[in-house]
């Protein structure tokens, strides 16, 4: 997988062939893209059946008339192919028959056509040509999935994936359960990833997809400000995926994987904006936007979303090896979507339009607003990679981080107005981005953000632009820039933001920040942070003291494991928060010191330390397990 589309050792006319070579392609079958609204087959009397097929077909990831890549995929018999896989949804006590014919030239392993819950490593082998017949019950309620293989496991870094990464990535489709009675609205979004086989025009590459489509190309979704809103996320994919909400808390309702699903009672739900989906599993969460707007929903690992996830297309080739722009030759963009859009971001992307409530807004508070300024600048240059430097500025008093090589923490109170004037001495475009916080689009530092006609523009080399908001929540938040560019995020323009309570005043001392980044912008990162550093210094801790550790990782892509302690003698902690929200008791209890955290989580522990001596600090890369190491010294 690259991050960018680049021709090696190619000549024009090498090109020019394999171009005449496509324009010659036999033609194929049209695979669909599923926007998993209409169920499969047919429902009678307790009975569903559905007659499905292993194809293989052509299939357009973005636009329709886009580049198109020939894979597998299902679909019933005698309608198109869809990627996703046809949706099965029938309510509990049903009786399910499904048919199922492979009309690849190979054979197919199914998983997932069997009762809830199920033995996830049973799948049944269909020889090319022939077909099965699957009879059983439906199960508990849940969300599911069912899905194929077609190739052997491939290694990726130092794993070797369950999912399939090749062209049997789009072989599954949503299996879900309702309970019997009235059931809520809701939408069901399939998440998948395909790494594509290099060839001799092309390096590898990745494509990603919700649903079938790749933004700017996913659906665009429409509601109202104080809509409850209901969605079940599947993701089949070999990739964890932190979806990360902008804007407002989401509920996670249930929690499960292909063969298994934990519905939790209204106690014990987690609110979160930032939820880690890990390979094989799903979700259904629910939430209210309250602010009119436009929103997004996305991957937060930036490869994931980045413009480098568009899919190639050969007049791209050509352009690049004689300086065209891209722009001039890819004018495959979604016709909902031009205009005000988030046109520096691809791939994991969906876009939602939130409309002004029937009820009149909330008017603004009068009260006179705390002013800050955030300063974003260059630090000189050397060193492996460039770094920036944030400060904040209140008054005549400057705060920055000690090697200005990230932010320094933000800190604000809950219910007081507040204004941060953001100044770009940068050479190039930037943004910022207060994740975590409920406030306006217009201020929540997306480009093309906002609401109508208010459109968030990018912060220019040499401009400012204020963001307004009032924290309506104590807790660990993160201020980051939303450029399309990686090196800024790999650069240090991010911190943490901190919402105290009124008249609570910052402990440094007790109150420890920990900020996961690397300096690296893909997933194979060797040089990984914490607080701007590559080496880290001994932290001193008191014997018997109570401390507050807010963990978060904002590096670009990184699937991060946090640990303190050895592996024979972990540290104990008690959870406390996530998201800057508090956890449910279920969660909120002691535990080993020990954490996984993607890109654009956050968490909060109390850790007391109750003997001295030396403390292990490690962090580790899950894709290639490098780490930076570390101690804590008890004293």
Known sequence: MLATYRVVGCTAVVCLLSALALAQAPAADEIVANQNRIPAGKLENGLLSVQLELRTGAWHPEADDGPRLF??????????????????????????????????????????????????????????GEKHEFTFAAGPPGTYYYWARTTDPLKFGTLTPVQPLRADTHLNGAFIVDPAGPVAADRVFVINLMAVASDIVHPSFEVVTINGKSYPHTEPLEYAAGDTIRWRVINPSFSEHPMHLHGAFYQVLSQGTFETDTAYAPGDRQSVVTQNLLPGSTMMMEWTPEHAGRWLFHCHFQFHVSTDERVPVFSRVMAEQYGESEAAIAPHAHPKTMGATMKDMAGLVLMINVKEPSSAPVPASAATPRKLDLVIEPNAAGGKSRTFSCSVREGKKLVASEDKSVGPPILVTRGEPTEITVVNHLDAPTTIHWHGLEL????????????????????????????????????????????????????????????LEPGESFDSEHDRLLVIGTRDTFFDATRITLNGSEELRPMVFNRGATYRLRVINMAPNLPANFQLGSNE???????????????????????????HIASGETYDFEFQPDAPGEIPLQIENDVNKSKLVGKIVVQ
């Open 440 to 499: 306006d689009s217009y201020y929540d530092g997306v480009v093309g953000g906002g609401a109508g006609n208010q459109i968030t523009p990018a912060i220019q080399p040499g401009a400012s632009f204020v963001a307004r908001f009032t924290p309506n929540r104590a807790g660990t938040f993160i201020y980051h820039t939303h450029a399309a560019d990686p090196n800024q995020l790999s650069g240090g323009v991010y911190g943490g933001l901190i919402v």
């Open 71 to 128: 894979v597998q995929a299902f679909g019933e018999a005698g309608r198109a192919a869809q990627i996703p896989g046809p949706l099965l949804r029938m309510p509990e006590g049903t009786a399910i028959h499904v048919t199922v014919t492979n009309k690849l030239k190979m054979k197919a392993t199914l998983f997932g056509l069997n009762t809830r819950p199920g033995d996830a490593a049973a799948g049944v082998e269909i020889p090319a």
């Open 569 to 595: 003698h972990p540290a104990r902690w008690r959870a406390l928060a996530k998201d800057g929200a508090r956890l449910p008791s279920r969660l909120a209890k002691p535990g080993d010191a020990l954490l």
